[in-house]
């Protein structure tokens, strides 16, 4: 009996080892990764600083993702050119780092460069990805961009968001007296320029679903005005025609339409238009201020603000103005929602003593506060959904600046303008 | 009185037959050959578990039993090549699986847990002597006494029988390679958020060196579609890395590769913490 209850024991211990695969489970450590950008080799032909150039901007982008730590690509050695391809492993896993971004610059027989851009697994000892760019020589930043942005992609499983613009209200001049300008910019605060003359009022300022136009606030006869720009040529029409009071614009993820608010005889209700024109329709009637109105990505739902119930909440209706219903119900005011790009989640601004930055679930719920200045406002999406943009006023000092902050937590960063930033918004990813 | 004188002789006799043990004892006690003492034995402290044994070799030491009590242990069979076999690319020659004589067989490693050897078990043993048994084990005794009896080396035989790689084996080697890839499992980065919810099941093939022969191959992945699209390459990453840089696997050389298989293919499962 005790051999059979022995063999019985035995036997189940051998199918049960069968089917018992060994598991490794992986650490979480969350803690920048570690990456050398050295400065990338030269073809004869083209310069040598612009290689170092662009491993600069590309460790920068790289640290502005906040996962990363880029190593270079001053203090590091640089490679040959078969290096790019082939680079000592052992080498650079000596030196503590777990990755690297190789590449070069080889100018063209028709006057462009191409930039090439290879990552390595340094512990793994192979590459990971490889792309190049052919450029004008005086778009080596976009370039550099990209490369960044296939390293972000390739090592955190995320769409890119680096080769982006932002776009903003450049404020100059004292509190009493400040001059407004939409500013547009790279994402990482280079190749700023003015798309409008200075005036004392212009607002929140909008992009394309493409990225070729704007809309914004601005004045005309001392009444708001909603605009809307062609980037390239600068050209710009008013969105209404005639003396309508509009305001807090915003494009259709299509681009056809462009949803916004109509103030009229004492009631503000929100309003779509044909992008290229035509006769606005109203979606809201509601008695109160009905504002800020911004489309799901899938065209299908627009969430906007409204104090309809007394104080400004957040409601959800269907494009076309049916089914209203609040969806923020977490004490103090709400304003500024935008829906992000996922369509999972919307971003908005929480007057609750100070203003703050947050983000719930699309349906309501599961709120989270990302930041905690003094007054935080005016979301934007990177078009990757793992940003918000926002503008910052320190507690006194009436001048705003620009941050982003993950979605996942952590500091805001401060995004580099030459001056006072405010209703930022972040562009689709460039083509 | 009569009894009195009686009790006067038993002491006086008593006490003769005493002096005469003592000086007796003390006579032959002089004489013996006494054993020094045996040298203290050196221990050394690591901190990891290993396969490969870092017992110091036994040597023959004074005061040991004879030798005709132990019983000898086979030579070496001298007809097996001396030289490693070529190696193959990218794979580092082991010398454990050659038949060269081990005595010093290699150095301690410092990562390694003492054990007391297969082969050296009795410390008592004038010299330990190579066979098949003694250098499948690079295993502790406790690893042996989870396998088949046959593995065991049998009091009297000249060669041990050949390794067989049962379930119980299987088992014992995959927990081994687990937990020597488990310190760099522990570098890794986290993901993102849901990565946790996606699981690699892996197939590793292993040179004898203990490196990989060729890039792990994921053979299935489970957890919700767009959270496989988007962290199955990252974790596939993370494999690629652990395996690369954890190894070489100290694993028992003769069951690389028997007639049931052998840790040459090992399939394990990975997953991220959340």
């Known amino acids: 009996m005790l051999i059979g209850l022995a063999f019985g024991l035995s036997t189940a211990a051998y199918s049960q080892d069968e089917n018992d695969i060994p598991e490794v489970v992986g650490g979480s450590v969350r803690t920048a990764q570690a990456i050398a950008v050295p400065a990338m080799p030269a073809a004869p032909g083209a310069s040598d600083a612009l290689g170092r150039q662009i491993a600069d901007v590309v460790a920068s982008d790289l640290r502005s993702t906040g996962a990363f730590t880029p190593i270079g690509p001053n203090g590091i050695p640089g490679y040959s050119f078969p290096e790019a391809t082939s680079p000592n492993y052992g080498q650079w896993r000596n030196s503590g780092v777990s990755a690297l971004v190789a590449g070069y610059v080889e100018p063209r027989g028709d006057g462009r460069i191409t930039v090439a851009c290879y990552l390595h697994d340094v512990t793994a000892g192979r590459q990971l990805t490889s792309q190049g760019f052919v450029v004008a020589p005086a778009d080596w930043r976009r370039a550099a961009h990209k490369c960044a942005d296939a390293i972000y992609a390739r090592l955190t499983g995320e769409q890119p968001f680096l080769d982006t613009r932002i776009v903003y209200v450049a404020e100059t001049g004292p509190k009493t007296n400040r001059m407004k300008r939409i500013a547009l910019m790279d994402s990482d605060g280079s190749n700023l320029r003015y798309l409008t003359p200075a005036k004392t009022a212009v607002t929140m300022p909008r992009f394309s679903p493409r990225g070729d ?219 | ?167 119980t084996a299987r088992a014992s080697i995959g927990s081994a390679i687990a937990t020597q890839a488990q310190r760099c499992a522990n570098r890794e980065p986290f993901i993102g958020e849901g990565a946790d919810q996606v699981r690699l099941t892996i197939n590793l093939q292993f040179a004898r060196s203990g490196r990989l022969s060729r890039p792990p191959r994921v053979t299935a992945m489970s957890g919700d579609a767009g959270l496989r699209a988007k962290y199955g390459e990252l974790l596939e990453d993370q494999v690629s890395r652990i395996f690369t840089d954890c190894a070489p696997f100290r694993l028992p050389p003769d069951l690389y590769d028997t007639d049931n298989g052998g840790w040459r293919d090992t399939t394990i499962n990975y997953r991220v913490k959340k």
Do not use: C
Request: glycine fraction near 10%; hydrophobic fraction near 35%; charged fraction near 20%.
């Open chain 2, 1 to 167: 009185m009569t009894s009195a004188r009686a009790e006067w002789t038993g002491v006086g006799a008593a006490l003769i037959f005493h002096v005469a043990l003592i000086a007796a004892l003390s006579l032959s006690l002089a004489k013996l050959d006494r054993d020094p003492e045996p040298p203290s034995m050196q221990v050394d402290l690591v901190d990891e578990v290993d396969f490969e044994s870092a017992a110091p070799q036994a040597v023959a030491e004074q005061g040991s039993p004879p030798p005709q009590e132990v019983e000898p242990l086979p030579e070496p069979d001298q007809s097996l090549p001396t030289t490693p076999p070529p190696p193959t690319p990218h794979e580092v020659p082991q010398p454990t699986i050659t038949k060269t004589p081990p005595l010093p067989r290699q150095p301690p490693r410092p990562v390694a847990k003492p054990q007391p050897r297969v082969a050296a078990k009795a410390p008592q043993r004038p010299a330990v002597k190579p066979d098949k048994a003694a250098r499948r084990a690079g295993l502790g005794d406790d690893f042996l006494s989870t396998l088949d009896d046959d593995l065991s080396p049998r009091a009297g035989a000249s060669k041990p029988a050949a390794p067989t790689f049962n379930a």
């Open chain 1, 213 to 431: 136009r704007l809309v914004y606030t601005g004045t005309l006869a001392r009444k708001p005005r909603v605009f809307v720009v062609d980037i390239a040529s600068g050209r710009e029409r008013l969105l209404v025609p005639g003396g309508a009071i509009t305001f807090a614009p915003r494009f259709s993820p299509n681009g056809r339409d462009i949803v916004f608010s109509w103030a009229n005889n004492g009631n503000t209700d929100i309003y779509v238009v044909g992008a290229d024109g035509g006769s606005p329709r109203r979606l809201t009637s509601a008695p109160g201020v009905d504002t800020s109105p911004s489309f799901s990505p899938d065209g299908r739902q627009i969430v906007f603000e409204s104090d309809r119930g007394g104080t400004q909440q957040l409601y959800v209706m269907g494009s076309d103005g049916s089914g209203q219903r609040r969806i923020s119900f977490g004490g103090g005011r709400y304003a500024s929602p935008v829906w992000s790009p996922k369509g999972d989640q919307i971003a908005f601004t929480r007057i609750a003593g100070s203003f703050n930055i947050g983000v719930m679930n699309a349906s309501g719920g599961g709120m989270r506060i990302l930041s905690n200045g003094w007054q935080d406002e005016g979301p934007s999406w990177a078009p990757n959904g793992q940003f918000v943009l926002f503008h910052r006023t320190a507690q006194g000092s009436g001048n705003a600046t620009l941050y982003a902050v993950p979605i996942t937590g952590g500091q805001p960063r401060r995004i580099p303008t030459p001056q006072g930033g405010s209703d930022p918004s972040w562009s689709p990813l460039n083509n």
